[in-house]
């Protein structure tokens, strides 16, 4: 069983950074692959970075955050991170962590084991 709890939203003016951080239970972290999603209100949880166990592949999912955003972990402390950079108004969601049992990531919601509850960004225009 692991335990995801985010932290790190809040109202940013546009061009302002975050850092989200995602702290997980249990001591097996280093076995599960991380991914960060996202749901505006009205739409669909998407993608938006993942990364493996080891930390050594990432990938954004589009364009939009590419540049802007990054994904990172340290497994030492359980705890894998989102920066948010050049925040946008339409990066305004709920940004969840997932955890995945293995070594590679993986794009799709219904591949991951275990959720956060989600943490707050609002980006003021």
């Known amino acids: 069983q692991v335990q995801l709890v985010e932290s790190g939203g809040g109202l940013v003016q546009a061009g302002g950074s975050l850092r989200l951080s995602c702290a997980a239970s249990?001591?097996?972290?280093?076995?599960?692959?991380m991914g960060w999603f996202r749901q505006a209100p009205g739409k669909e949880r998407k993608i938006v970075a993942t990364?493996?166990?080891?930390?050594?592949?990432?990938?954004y999912a589009d364009d939009s955050v590419k540049g802007r955003f990054a994904i990172s972990r340290d497994n030492a402390k359980n705890t894998v991170y989102l920066q948010m950079n050049s925040v946008k108004p339409e990066d305004t969601a709920v940004y969840y962590c997932?955890?995945?049992?293995?070594?590679?990531?993986?794009?799709?919601?219904?591949?991951?084991?275990?959720w956060g509850q989600g943490t707050q960004v609002t980006v003021s225009s």
């Open positions: 997932a955890a995945r049992y293995g070594a590679f990531a993986a794009v799709e919601r219904n591949l991951y084991d275990y």
């Open positions: 249990g001591r097996t972290f280093s076995s599960y692959a």
């Open positions: 990364i493996n166990s080891s930390g050594s592949i990432t990938y």
